[in-house]
């Protein structure tokens, strides 16, 4: 195949990947998108196995390993829990980034087969584009296996702090643009090596400091760290698609982490170096006074609900932890029946990643035109009847409003202290995520239902 | 002066970035988490230097110190590509609208 025609080829499956992300703008377009993606990357593939033209044995053990990853990738697609795709997507993250590196290194190793030049004497653009790919995919590699095991529970999800750990960051950073630099002069391999494994012990470092609730940022900023990686990568390549698909992917991760930033009022780097709430926690708990809680049961709650004409539903992080969000649907369902008016409000930050409860109601069945964003709904609560706040907390705390002391001063959240009544679901009374007390608990409309998220919505159902 | 084939794909690079940067601002917040899948799943685009690298041996040669590397990049990025569109479908079937019926 000639150069142009693939070149052309490459141009197509990138407009395409454009328009897959194009078609997300609406539920109704978005299947044909992701069908514009699947045609854009069977494209890319089809191409360059015709330009490379190498049809021998070699070409057989791709497909087989093609095969391989396919059928597991496959699979998983089929068995993951919607509760489990924060994971996943922090999973498969690190799966780009490392194939980053593997492009790189092979590019390093034989830069003929990619008209790069010889071993030892590789063109200097391609060096450092390789470098650059190589580096960024490797921070985003060890950087979303660390997310990945905070978010499944398999490493702690507090932050882990130590002194002088942002001038040991900077001063790797620092020493990584240095390898780079004498990598060009020398074209040393061990210098190629060094340079990667630094970047790997970067990435570690990066995220080892962020906390739990932080990771909607994380796991967009590592987005956007992959999309870059790629765009290295395809720079090396010379390939268009690799280029366009890189930069979409790039700004895709770095628009979402700006809208999960600017959700808790933060900024981008007062995310990344960390730490939030770790000192908050211990002076809270110290000079807390006790004030008095309305608690309920299920049987108050159907109560307060059946005598309610619209229902407000504030779904959090605690409604992923405890499955509850088809029982939720049912209760919905039933408060329904009883030409109750319900909708779902939804904080930028509910939930591990941007989106995460959306994807959660969806799978219980809810339609999506009765979810809605905290801009659309937040003037609905002063008219409504009950809110019912199942599995979320700073999001909601007034605080937030009132109290500049305090360290969500600024933040945007959902005014559900304006209802007339409240029903707050919560095993226990322990502050949330940001390590402060929430007024919302104290207020004369708040009920308190201490209990499982599931276990209460299922009795307040049959109690209705 | 003839002009440096790496300025046009820088041309391309920044152009797309704005692209990017506009269509991902007209995606409805209620679709981030399959925005996120999809965006996994292209840019394992990755996998067309993976197949170059893994076919780099020459004739005869299957398996040499740098075709291996495309070999393992190859199952990574099928991984992804498989597993990011089948899973990004997954979430979109489950996006339905209310039923007219009442």
Known sequence: MSANLSAILYLVSGVLFILALRGLSSPETSRQGNLFGIIGMVIAVTVTFLSVGNFSSGFVYVLIFLAIGGSLGAFIAYRIPMTAMPELVAGFHSLVGLAAVFVAI?????????NLGIPGNIKLASLIEMA??????????????????????????????????????????????????????????NLFWILIAISFLIGFLIIIPIGGADMPVVISMLNSYSGWAAAGIGFTLENTALIITGALVGSSGAILSYIMCKGMNRSFFNVILGGFGATDQTSGSQNKEQRPVKSGNADDAAFLMKNASSVIIVPGYGMAVAQAQHALREMVDTLKKNDIKVSYAIHPVAGRMPGHM?????????????????????????????????????????????????????????????CKSVLFVKRSLSPGYAGIDNDLFYKENTLMLFADAKKMTEDITKNL | MEIDPFIFRLSIFILSIFVGYYVVWSVTPS???????????????????????????????????SSIYGFLAIILAAVNIFGGFLVTQRMLAMYKKKKKDK
């Open chain 2, 31 to 65: 679709l981030h988490t399959p925005l996120m899948s999809v965006t996994n799943a292209i840019s394992s685009v990755i996998i067309v230097g993976a197949i170059i690298a893994a076919l780099s041996g020459g004739d005869g040669v299957v398996f040499s110190s």
């Open chain 1, 358 to 418: 959306n994807v959660l109601l969806a799978e219980a069945n809810v339609p999506y035109d009765e979810v809605f964003e905290l801009e659309e709904i937040n003037n609905d609560f002063a008219n409504a009847d009950v809110a019912f706040v199942i599995g979320a907390n700073d999001v909601t705390n007034p605080v937030a409003k009132t109290d500049p002391q305090s360290p969500i001063y600024g933040m945007p959240v959902l005014d559900v202290e304006k």
């Open chain 1, 106 to 114: 092979s590019a390093f190793i034989n830069p003929s087969a990619f």
């Open chain 1, 132 to 189: 650059i790919g190589a580096a960024v995919g490797a921070i985003t590699f060890s950087g979303s296996v660390i997310a990945f095991l905070k978010l499944q529970g398999i490493m702690s999800g507090a932050p882990i702090t130590f002194k002088g750990q942002h001038l040991l960051n900077a001063l790797l950073l620092v020493l990584i643009v240095i390898l780079t630099i004498y990598l060009c002069s020398t074209q040393s391999s």
